[in-house]
DNA sequence: TACTATATACTTACACCGTAAGTAGATCAA
DNA sequence: TTGATCTACTTACGGTGTAAGTATATAGTA
């Protein structure tokens, strides 16, 4: 049952013309981009999914450049930003990027378009802006700031990518590796296999922790204080 | 003047037909993906640039993604593999990341495909086995160790997707600091102006290091075996 | 209320994409 | 030379983003 939100085949002599709005777009766009994937998202099916004709769609945004920096600000507008308290920055920092990370697997195109593009939208300043805030404000030169944020983000953008583009289910990690492990030459990559045979036997998980790395980045960095 | 690579147009009934090849194919596609982009790419355009018809690649290629899977395949083969030497495990990783980066500079296209799609291939399968067995041989446990290379390739692709993805000039941004500035809010967004500004001054480069976060990682793992 | 200007949705069309299916030509083996 | 197989070409299709023009709806004014 197809919902009519702009009702222009049934009874189009009584209804009145709801009008399209940028933000309808950009939710519509949104909720196609996480059901079917970004690749699938085209401006005949959102201006479908909303009742309307594609070219309709471009009295409201430019092209589907504009719509893509739109959804994204909405996604990143999801953040939880760091706090900017100097006694727990470490703390605070982690805690921001596990939000950033957790919602970037919700919407698992966005991860790309994160790193995909400059934007000057006020999420992503926001965004921006608590980090810097966040390390400054802990005691870090605006210099060595900038070196932090940046191995942050690589953390985070980096992980995410790799994880929404596993194509197989943490659970079938096990089944996997014994699945693949017969096209691996053991005498040509014998470590590979090693690992590959420890997640066989289930003697490792095979999953990939997101705090692994970040604390890694966080402790070097208190380190950086310190000295 | 366009080299006639096929020549079926020029003197049809003289000359004998080279045969097209998948090398021939994949070499030609890396050529265009790198002077183009990967969006660019088409199986026309490559096509083209061997005179042939696009229809004639698929005797070679099962489709696009086996063409992607070949380019990619192709450049990983450039990676210099870290050297399995358990004293000197540190020198070797960042070694091997700094060319796995490098390489993926020389091919803008490739740190995305290289985080968007697994494979067997020798050269993806000779890199992991690498980093597996340098890491592993310096001490880590397979469990540690597959974090440890996780973390690792975060960071590589994160920040070289960053990187590649950037669309100002390093040598620039200063300029572009300067022109961005008025745009942005200086009470909404107090230290990503201040840090701007830094940048706009000269004060700071703006310059992310690819080893900066590279050191804390691996620092950061250096300790997990002094532990 | 009628008219006009503007906004907005629809239609037609284009160039481009990947590739299925069929046709034509080249090569190889007997 | 003939027939089989391989390989390049052609035609076609469904899909994409969007330019340009047409039709309809809405808002403002007299």
Redesign the interface.
């Known amino acids: 049952m197809t919902t009519a939100k702009h009702p222009q085949s049934n009874d189009k002599k009584k209804a009145k013309r709801i009008p399209l709005t940028k933000a309808g777009i950009l939710n519509a766009s949104l909720k196609l981009a996480d059901e079917q994937g970004l690749e699938q998202l085209s401006m005949r099916k959102v201006a479908q999914s909303l009742g309307v004709e594609a070219m309709s769609l471009y009295n409201h945004i430019k092209n589907k450049d504009d719509l893509l920096d739109g959804i994204l600000e909405l996604v990143v507008s999801e953040f939880e930003l760091p706090p ?1 308290d100097q006694s727990s920055w470490k703390k605070s920092l982690r805690q921001a990027a596990i939000s950033a990370h957790q919602v970037l697997l919700k919407h698992p195109w966005a991860a ?1 378009q994160m ?4 934007s ?1 939208n ?1 999420a992503r ?2 965004w ?3 980090t ?2 966040c390390l ?1 404000e802990a005691g870090f030169s ?2 060595i ?4 944020w ?2 942050i ?7 995410t ?2 994880s929404v ?4 289910d943490p659970e079938e990690f096990s089944d996997a590796a014994k699945h ?1 492990l017969p ?2 030459s053991e005498e ?5 296999c ?2 590959a045979n ?1 997640v066989a036997e289930g003697k ?1 998980s ?1 999953i ?2 997101f705090e ?2 970040l ?3 966080l ?3 208190e ?1 950086l204080l310190e000295d």
Chains 1, 2 share one sequence.
């Open positions: 900017i790309h790193i995909s593009r400059v000057v006020p300043l926001a921006s802006n608590a810097i805030g400054h605006y210099e700031t900038d070196h932090a940046n191995a983000d690589n953390h985070i953008y980096g992980f990518l790799q583009n596993m194509p197989i693949y096209m691996i040509q990559f014998p470590y590979l090693a690992m420890k490792h095979g990939n922790e692994f790395g604390n890694l980045i402790d070097g960095l380190r």
